[in-house]
T-cell receptor, first 114, second 113 residues
Framework: GENVEQHPSTLSVQEGDSAVIKCTYS??????FPWYKQELGKGPQLIID?????GEKKDQRIAVTLNKTAKHFSLHITETQPEDSAVYFC?????????????FGAGTRLAVHP | NAGVTQTPKFQVLKTGQSMTLQCAQD?????MYWYRQDPGMGLRLIYY???????DKGEVPNGYNVSRLNKREFSLRLESAAPSQTSVYFC????????????FGQGTRLTVV
């Protein structure tokens, strides 16, 4: 089945710096790659997603890149702010099960220090 | 707009007891999911239901059963709880299986003693 690996597990940056989180996936037929942000005590919420026919997508300070050949995708946060501190999860939607599954990475705890 | 509602929010069980976690969504979504979240292990898929009337195993189904009661509701049952099932459980739903956003509930924190 699909396996999603996420690195690093923790990331500490100074306010204003950039943060990069990387994920790899195993099922080459996976076609949808969302990123979720989870704040303390809450359920995860989608922040950005990318589909397999797109290489890069931006939304203000957040961008995601996808390299299908290498089977990896990354989240880039620029000009980080303290409110960006949270746990971030990547996920992939594999072909097995008709793309109905959503398999998550282990998460990255991001701390942005003022 | 409630979105995805889970009950209860907190629960303490004794080893061997049974319980059912309830999940309901009001977004007319077809697919629903149960995940467990443990420190350092992310969100692991327990079971999912691609559409009303179907259920399938995820990554960690052992010790759990599910019921897709109707399009709105998807319950998770622990028949004989074990300490290894201590976790935070999240229910999620998506409009369709492919390329659509998943919406999560607030979670149920379960402790088995």
């Amino acid at each position: 089945g699909e396996n999603v690996e996420q690195h690093p597990s923790t990331l500490s940056v100074q306010e204003g710096d950039s943060a990069v989180i990387k994920c790899t996936y195993s099922d080459s037929a996976s076609n949808y790659f969302p990123w979720y942000k989870q704040e303390l005590g809450k359920g995860p919420q989608l922040i950005i997603d990318i589909r397999s026919n797109v290489g890069e997508k931006k939304d203000q300070r957040i961008a995601v890149t996808l390299n299908k050949t290498a089977k990896h995708f990354s989240l880039h946060i620029t000009e980080t702010q303290p409110e960006d501190s949270a746990v971030y999860f990547c996920a992939a939607s594999p072909f097995s099960g008709g793309y109905n599954k959503l398999i998550f990475g282990a998460g990255t705890r991001l701390a942005v220090h003022p | 707009n409630a979105g995805v509602t889970q009950t209860p929010k907190f629960q303490v069980l004794k080893t061997g007891q049974s319980m059912t976690l309830q999940c309901a969504q009001d977004m007319n979504h077809n697919s629903m999911y149960w995940y467990r979240q443990d420190p350092g292990m992310g969100l692991r898929l327990i079971y999912y239901s691609a559409s009303e009337g179907t259920t399938d195993k995820g990554e960690v189904p052992n010790g759990y059963n599910v019921s897709r009661l109707n399009k709105r509701e998807f319950s998770l049952r622990l028949e004989s709880a074990a300490p290894s099932q201590t976790s935070v459980y999240f229910c999620a739903s998506r409009l369709g299986g492919e390329n659509t956003e998943a919406f999560f509930g607030q979670g149920t924190r379960l402790t088995v003693v």
